[in-house]
């Protein structure tokens, strides 16, 4: 139990565990102290100044992100002075960024253009300085856009300290600083890894998903083309929130019936995919530990940037890696394979659509060669939640009240095993547990998972397969992957774990 | 961004690196060594020293980009550094950089064609009683006019080409 600490926010009484901001702790007494570059996620920068407070017996303003809380402390949070200040701050922010919110791709959802609107910003006191920088279009996934930037910070701390993928650095001092790809190069040039992690923390329209829906209109409007597409595990408990319903509802049979009204001809789901990578990597996974053909530990991943993240910083690993596609790419192959034999068709009439819970599945699809497995690119598009959610709005339909239809035979039937994908280290289970009924003819009791100490998104686990103990691990995030991996790594040269190569 | 041939790192830069290795504070010292051996810091030395130092490529142009001293562009061959520093300033440093441009042809942070002369505005160089100060090739020129400047210019343009 951690020590709490006492202290009045705007003399309500409060206790927090030590360590907690003030601005944390402002939110246990009903008490929202307005912010912008602050994201829970990451380790408070205090980098805009909006969340100043004042502090009895100081004549400062202090930065209640980056404030722990102190015994007795006497804290004011509002009144019209810092009110004023934080006007003041926010008119200054408005006075370098574009005032392009019709056009923005943050329209709706900009944490700056609600702190306008909530402070009633209805004129602009200072000049405007807008920087002429070009937009970064160069990933297939992420576009940059500087001119928006607020110097947050948050998309560099998340590339580098959660991510530990140094992609994003700024560079430049004082009104000069921009944030910028490594070396101040293209995005698609550097080590980014297309996790999306930035654009999921800007709080504006400088750093956001590419839009690939137009693409698909078009495809739909094409009479020549056989229109398949495919949603992800994740997609059926997350595009619920977009029209306004509880966050996690399951809508996966209104989802199908939308696709269907948005006009493609035939609609499948990824967990018919996940349930091919299960056996595969199940499979795989004996083949190395029973037959003793291949490098163990085996290491598996369906996310894109993590291959991206191993490929370039531990080329090393490559042979763990499993070699099976995801679930995305090995049901797209079986479309344009399997499929556009049954129905008759050549596979480059056949267009692809995937919608994905992530803006990396849209580098996947043209990552190497071996996404054309099917002769031409086996998917088409790639598109996230958000962008079906808006692709749903636009077409007028009222999702909420839809019917539940039905997936699409053949390559549309699915397990259960598919469907916990979409949670980390679910596949690891899946293929462990598919593994498991391989070599013992019998189903795997539950696994239980232990948390390490200290160590958030990681979870271990051993189990025993016919009196050979299995030892599993899994990992959330990238900094959490590497200290796995560096850990088989000095494991492995210590020689403490058999490294068998066929 | 210009691709720059000179790769690999001289050996005075390379015992440099030996020594400051595994001390605190490296890279900075590492980075002035390597800009007093190239004139700035090209980014094929930049590439190779986050490497020899494990240190990200961002984080190294973070820092070169913070401080004005580091340059990512080679310098001409006679680079002139304008005081701008407060006594300079008032005794007309801005009108040297004006007439510079006239006379080279280029404004701040450039480099003429022929690569003789490149331009920069710096802080205070430490003799505002000879204000206003410009400084070529390390060599301190006093109270400088418009007037003056061709004969300078010429003065290291000569140099250069002996």
């Given at each position: 139990?951690a020590t709490?600490?006492?202290?009045?926010?705007?003399?309500?009484a409060?206790s927090?565990?030590?360590?907690?901001n003030?601005?944390?702790?402002?939110?246990?007494?009903?008490?929202?102290?307005?912010?912008?570059?602050y994201?829970p996620?990451?380790?408070a920068?205090?980098?805009?100044?909006?969340?100043?407070v004042?502090?009895?017996?100081?004549?400062?303003?202090?930065?209640?992100?980056?404030?722990?809380?102190?015994?007795g402390?006497?804290?004011?949070?509002?009144?019209?002075?810092l009110?004023?200040?934080?006007?003041t701050?926010?008119?200054?922010?408005?006075?370098?960024?574009p005032?392009s919110?019709?056009?923005?791709?943050?329209?709706g959802?900009?944490?700056l253009?609600?702190?306008?609107a909530?402070?009633g910003?209805?004129?602009q006191p200072?000049?405007?300085?807008?920087?002429?920088?070009?937009?970064d279009?160069?990933?297939?996934s992420?576009?940059l856009?500087?001119?928006k930037?607020v110097?947050c910070?948050r998309?560099?701390?998340?590339?580098?300290g959660?991510?530990?993928?140094w992609?994003l650095?700024?560079?430049?001092?004082?009104?000069?600083t921009?944030?910028?790809?490594?070396?101040?190069?293209?995005?698609?040039?550097?080590?980014?890894?297309?996790c999306?992690?930035?654009s999921a923390?800007?709080?504006?329209?400088a750093?956001?998903?590419?839009?690939?829906?137009?693409?698909?209109?078009?495809a739909?409007?094409?009479?020549?083309?056989?229109?398949v597409?495919?949603?992800?595990?994740?997609?059926r408990?997350?595009l619920?929130?977009?029209?306004?319903?509880?966050?996690?509802?399951i809508?996966?049979?209104?989802?199908y019936?939308?696709?269907?009204r948005?006009?493609?001809?035939?609609i499948?789901?990824?967990?018919f995919?996940?349930?091919?990578t299960?056996?595969?990597e199940?499979t795989e996974?004996?083949?190395?530990?029973?037959?003793g053909?291949?490098?163990?530990?085996?290491?598996?991943?369906?996310?894109?940037s993590?291959?991206?993240y191993?490929?370039k910083?531990y080329?090393?690993?490559i042979p763990?890696?499993?070699?099976?596609k995801?679930p995305?790419?090995?049901?797209?192959?079986?479309t344009?394979?399997?499929?556009?034999k049954?129905?008759?068709t050549?596979?480059?009439?056949?267009?692809?659509?995937?919608?994905m819970?992530?803006?990396?599945?849209?580098?996947?699809?043209v990552?190497?060669?071996?996404?054309?497995?099917s002769?031409?690119?086996?998917?088409?598009?790639?598109?996230?939640?958000?962008e079906l959610?808006?692709?749903?709005k636009?077409?007028?339909i009222?999702?909420?009240?839809?019917?539940?239809e039905?997936v699409?035979?053949?390559?549309?039937?699915?397990?259960?095993?598919?469907?916990?994908?979409?949670?980390?280290?679910?596949?690891?289970e899946?293929?462990?547990?598919t593994?498991?009924?391989?070599v013992?003819?019998v189903d795997l009791p539950?696994?239980?998972?232990?948390?390490?100490r200290?160590?958030?998104?990681i979870k271990?686990?051993?189990i025993?397969?016919?009196?050979a103990?299995?030892?599993?691990?899994v990992?959330?995030?990238?900094?959490?992957?590497k200290?796995?991996?560096?850990?088989?790594?000095?494991?492995?040269?210590a020689?403490?774990?058999?490294r068998?190569t066929? | 961004?210009?691709?720059t041939?000179?790769?690999t790192?001289?050996e005075?830069v390379?015992?440099?690196i030996?020594k400051?290795?595994?001390k605190?504070g490296?890279?900075?010292?590492?980075?002035?060594?390597?800009q007093?051996?190239?004139?700035?810091?090209?980014?094929?030395?930049?590439?190779?020293?986050?490497r020899?130092?494990d240190?990200?490529?961002?984080?190294?142009?973070?820092?070169?980009?913070?401080?004005?001293?580091?340059?990512l562009?080679?310098?001409g061959?006679?680079?002139?550094?304008?005081?701008?520093?407060t006594?300079?300033?008032?005794?007309?440093g801005?009108?040297l950089?004006a007439?510079?441009?006239d006379?080279l042809?280029?404004g701040l942070?450039?480099?003429t064609?022929?690569?003789?002369?490149?331009?920069?505005?710096?802080?205070?160089v430490?003799?505002?009683?000879?204000a206003?100060?410009?400084?070529?090739?390390?060599?301190?020129?006093?109270k400088?006019?418009?007037?003056?400047?061709?004969?300078i210019?010429?003065k290291?343009?000569?140099?250069?080409?002996?």
């Amino acid at each position: 139990m951690a020590t709490m600490v006492n202290l009045q926010i705007n003399n309500i009484a409060v206790s927090v565990p030590e360590g907690t901001n003030v601005l944390d702790a402002a939110a246990t007494a009903n008490v929202r102290i307005p912010k912008l570059c602050y994201h829970p996620d990451l380790p408070a920068w205090a980098a805009c100044g909006i969340c100043v407070v004042k502090i009895e017996g100081s004549n400062k303003l202090a930065r209640s992100c980056a404030l722990p809380v102190a015994e007795g402390m006497k804290v004011i949070t509002h009144d019209p002075e810092l009110q004023e200040v934080r006007r003041t701050v926010i008119e200054l922010i408005l006075s370098t960024h574009p005032n392009s919110c019709l056009t923005c791709p943050r329209n709706g959802t900009c944490e700056l253009q609600t702190l306008a609107a909530d402070f009633g910003i209805r004129d602009q006191p200072y000049e405007q300085i807008i920087r002429d920088i070009p937009a970064d279009t160069s990933t297939p996934s992420i576009v940059l856009n500087p001119e928006k930037c607020v110097a947050c910070g948050r998309c560099v701390a998340v590339c580098q300290g959660v991510q530990d993928v140094w992609a994003l650095e700024f560079i430049g001092r004082g009104d000069e600083t921009r944030m910028a790809p490594a070396g101040d190069i293209l995005l698609g040039d550097s080590p980014c890894i297309k996790c999306g992690q930035c654009s999921a923390h800007c709080p504006v329209g400088a750093i956001f998903e590419k839009d690939d829906t137009r693409v698909l209109y078009d495809a739909v409007l094409d009479e020549r083309k056989h229109t398949v597409v495919q949603i992800a595990p994740a997609v059926r408990v997350a595009l619920g929130e977009a029209f306004g319903m509880e966050p996690g509802s399951i809508v996966t049979g209104k989802i199908y019936a939308a696709l269907r009204r948005l006009g493609f001809d035939t609609i499948f789901d990824t967990n018919f995919g996940a349930d091919l990578t299960i056996m595969e990597e199940g499979t795989e996974f004996v083949r190395r530990f029973v037959e003793g053909k291949g490098a163990l530990p085996l290491i598996t991943t369906c996310c894109p940037s993590w291959v991206d993240y191993m490929e370039k910083y531990y080329p090393d690993m490559i042979p763990h890696f499993s070699t099976a596609k995801s679930p995305q790419m090995m049901l797209a192959a079986m479309t344009k394979t399997y499929y556009a034999k049954q129905i008759k068709t050549d596979p480059s009439d056949i267009f692809m659509a995937s919608v994905m819970p992530c803006t990396s599945k849209k580098y996947e699809i043209v990552r190497d060669e071996n996404m054309y497995s099917s002769g031409c690119q086996d998917i088409d598009a790639s598109i996230t939640t958000r962008e079906l959610a808006r692709m749903i709005k636009q077409a007028g339909i009222d999702f909420e009240t839809l019917p539940d239809e039905t997936v699409d035979e053949a390559l549309g039937i699915y397990t259960g095993a598919g469907t916990i994908f979409g949670a980390t280290g679910g596949v690891m289970e899946a293929a462990l547990r598919t593994a498991y009924y391989l070599v013992t003819g019998v189903d795997l009791p539950g696994v239980e998972f232990e948390a390490i100490r200290g160590l958030e998104g990681i979870k271990r686990a051993t189990i025993d397969i016919e009196g050979a103990e299995v030892r599993v691990a899994v990992a959330h995030n990238m900094l959490n992957t590497k200290i796995i991996l560096e850990e088989v790594k000095s494991a492995l040269a210590a020689g403490k774990e058999p490294r068998t190569t066929s | 961004m210009p691709v720059t041939e000179e790769l690999t790192l001289p050996e005075s830069v390379q015992d440099f690196i030996e020594k400051w290795r595994d001390k605190p504070g490296n890279l900075i010292m590492v980075l002035h060594k390597v800009q007093e051996a190239f004139g700035y810091v090209p980014r094929g030395v930049a590439l190779e020293l986050a490497r020899e130092l494990d240190v990200p490529l961002a984080k190294m142009y973070d820092i070169i980009t913070f401080y004005h001293f580091f340059k990512l562009e080679k310098p001409g061959r006679n680079p002139v550094s304008v005081c701008m520093g407060t006594a300079c300033y008032i005794k007309g440093g801005q009108d040297l950089i004006a007439e510079l441009e006239d006379l080279l042809g280029i404004g701040l942070n450039a480099v003429t064609e022929d690569g003789e002369f490149s331009v920069e505005a710096v802080r205070c160089v430490g003799c505002c009683g000879l204000a206003p100060v410009l400084v070529v090739n390390e060599e301190i020129h006093g109270k400088v006019t418009k007037e003056k400047l061709p004969e300078i210019l010429a003065k290291h343009r000569e140099v250069s080409a002996e």
